[in-house]
């Protein structure tokens, strides 16, 4: 092989080298972002079953707090009643209220659950009809301020409602406000949402973010493509600020 063809077998050699490295890091690259994607999509179902299992928690702790009570109580009632033959009508008109109560608060409980305005009528008024009963039990004042011009798709007015339906759980939970500003507003297809409140607040995030539902409020954030920002202060209240994609 005389310097010439050495050359080129050499020029060629490299090229296959280096052509070589160049594929098999690609390959690779490939390959790590696909388990990125993967172990994304895999924790983002892991924290929607999550999700689900909190509100199933939520709606058995409703039925069993509030409704098994009432309804324990008013079976004394009427038994009362059945036993105090001359005047049964005090019990009567205890369980009747009883009942109705009961009614009510299961109507809230199906609201909740499937939310029919929000097909019917759109998320301003199913956040509204939301809103309107969390102010029929609680000495909370709310202000909601809606500004979506757009037409959402029915899977992302769930995604939201949801999202807002939990920020306001937790505000009213957990913060001791006195009032609580929810704001949503569209801009330049993005959907921003502020729950803002008077409250306590607290000094700095907890570590584990658990303690006021946080990580459960950055899942549901991450599940609609958007993200969470909390702002707070001891005394001063807490601000979470949503930035959410609209898919128009």
Known sequence: M???????????????LVLGTVIIYFAVSVIRIQRRHFERKRSLLISEIALLESERTRIANDLHDELGPLL???????????????????????????????????????????????????????????????????????????????????????????????TVHNAVKHSGAHQIQLHLKEYDKQLYIS??????????LPASENGMGLTSLHNRAEIAGGHLQCTTAAGSGTEYFFQIPLNI
């Open 2 to 16: 005389d310097p010439y063809e050495t050359t080129i077998y050499h020029a060629v050699l490299i090229t296959s």
């Open 72 to 166: 324990s109580v008013t079976r004394i009632q009427i038994s009362k009643a059945a036993d105090q033959l001359a005047t049964p009508a005090y019990y009567l008109e205890k369980a009747e209220a009883n009942i109705l109560t009961v009614i009510e608060r299961l109507g809230g409980i199906a609201r909740n659950l499937t939310p029919k305005l929000l097909v019917t009528k759109g998320l301003e008024a199913a956040l509204q009809d939301f809103i309107d009963q969390y102010r029929h039990i609680s000495s909370i004042r709310f202000r909601l301020c809606y500004e979506v011009n757009q037409h959402l798709s029915g899977d992302q007015s769930l995604l939201i409602y949801r999202l807002v339906q939990e």
């Open 195 to 204: 729950c803002k409140d008077d409250g306590n607040g607290f000094a700095s």
